[in-house]
């Protein structure tokens, strides 16, 4: 059994330390800098950069909100989780904008190469007195391009969990907040991007079995352009997107307080979250 135990978790943390490979290998290009163009029209070159942060409000309110819930059931007193969470948004037509004079390569945004953009979180929470839970997020890892702008991006994350309905034998309702900062390096010209998340959560629990959830609410997402002189200093671009979701978390070895959940997020911004962890209700 703990064998078992073992090659699941080995095989999630396999698949946190992976993904931020492929996504610093990947084509996205995010020095925003490159997309003001062209640099002797400011109303068109205004209107690329509007077109080219817009897919990076989407991916981080889609990274943010996602996996930030699997059930609407509140941790006891002193009660935790901890595992990854790994988002993927599916890149659509709307994350494609066709910018205007723009070199190869960037005729479509940072995610015009991409179908799936996938982020692991780690995500920690505890249970406190009074229906309430606190959640605690975090990533960092390389993103950029040789020969280009490179580094670290970081996300730290804070969020609370309030139980509304938490009755045994009822389904569970809860509503769910937090807010996120991404910090980047100065080489990608722009002051990181703000987050806040608010979800309404309902689920149901099938005793040794599975639970049931699903949610909706709004991921609200801020990102301000930094260029150098004598560049125009832009106002902050700013995006809310509808989030709907339903999901199942399920134990899959009996006794060993170990959970695995997936769930589907439907909206403007599509895609699936899972989740691998620990849980002590």
Request: net charge neutral; aromatic share 12%; with cysteine.
């Given at each position: 059994?703990?064998?078992?135990?073992?090659?699941?978790?080995?095989?999630?943390?396999?698949?946190?330390?992976?993904?931020?490979?492929?996504?610093?290998?990947?084509?996205?290009?995010?020095?925003?800098?490159?997309?003001?163009?062209?640099?002797?029209?400011?109303?068109?070159?205004?209107?690329?950069?509007?077109?080219?942060?817009?897919?990076?409000?989407?991916?981080?309110?889609?990274?943010?909100?996602?996996?930030?819930?699997?059930?609407?059931?509140?941790?006891?007193?002193?009660?935790?989780?901890?595992?990854?969470?790994?988002?993927?948004?599916?890149?659509?037509?709307?994350?494609?904008?066709?910018?205007?004079?723009?070199?190869?390569?960037l005729q479509n945004g940072p995610l015009g190469n991409e179908s799936v953009v996938?982020?692991?979180?780690?995500?920690?929470?505890?249970?406190?007195?009074?229906?309430?839970?606190?959640?605690?997020?975090?990533?960092?890892?390389?993103?950029?391009?040789?020969?280009?702008?490179?580094?670290?991006?970081?996300?730290?994350?804070?969020?609370?969990?309030?139980?509304?309905?938490?009755?045994?034998?009822?389904?569970?309702?809860?509503?769910?907040?937090?807010?996120h900062r991404l910090t980047v390096p100065e080489d990608f010209h722009f002051e990181g991007v703000n987050n806040m998340s608010l979800a309404l959560?309902?689920?149901?629990?099938?005793?040794?079995?599975?639970?049931?959830?699903?949610?909706?609410?709004?991921?609200?997402?801020?990102?301000?352009?930094?260029?150098?002189?004598?560049?125009?200093?832009?106002?902050?671009?700013?995006?809310?997107?509808?989030?709907?979701?339903?999901?199942?978390?399920?134990?899959?070895?009996?006794?060993?307080?170990?959970?695995?959940?997936?769930?589907?997020?439907?909206?403007?911004?599509?895609?699936?979250?899972?989740?691998?962890?620990?849980?002590?209700?």
């Amino acid at each position: 059994m703990f064998k078992r135990f073992g090659i699941i978790m080995c095989a999630g943390f396999i698949v946190a330390s992976f993904t931020p490979f492929l996504f610093a290998q990947s084509d996205i290009e995010i020095d925003l800098l490159k997309y003001w163009s062209p640099a002797d029209n400011v109303t068109a070159a205004k209107k690329n950069m509007e077109n080219a942060v817009n897919p990076l409000l989407d991916l981080f309110g889609f990274t943010a909100g996602g996996g930030l819930y699997n059930t609407a059931d509140v941790h006891g007193v002193l009660g935790f989780d901890v595992g990854i969470k790994l988002t993927g948004m599916m890149v659509g037509d709307e994350q494609k904008p066709t910018l205007v004079g723009m070199p190869s390569g960037l005729q479509n945004g940072p995610l015009g190469n991409e179908s799936v953009v996938p982020v692991p979180v780690l995500q920690a929470s505890v249970g406190l007195v009074g229906n309430l839970e606190v959640i605690g997020r975090y990533f960092t890892f390389p993103i950029g391009k040789e020969n280009s702008a490179n580094g670290n991006v970081t996300l730290l994350g804070i969020g609370a969990k309030y139980g509304l309905i938490q009755v045994f034998g009822l389904p569970k309702v809860a509503v769910v907040g937090a807010y996120h900062r991404l910090t980047v390096p100065e080489d990608f010209h722009f002051e990181g991007v703000n987050n806040m998340s608010l979800a309404l959560v309902a689920s149901y629990s099938f005793p040794a079995l599975a639970t049931i959830y699903g949610g909706a609410g709004i991921d609200y997402s801020s990102l301000t352009v930094k260029l150098p002189d004598p560049y125009p200093q832009l106002d902050a671009f700013t995006k809310q997107n509808f989030r709907g979701n339903v999901g199942m978390k399920f134990t899959p070895i009996p006794l060993v307080p170990l959970f695995v959940n997936i769930d589907y997020n439907f909206g403007v911004v599509k895609g699936l979250s899972a989740g691998l962890g620990i849980s002590v209700r």
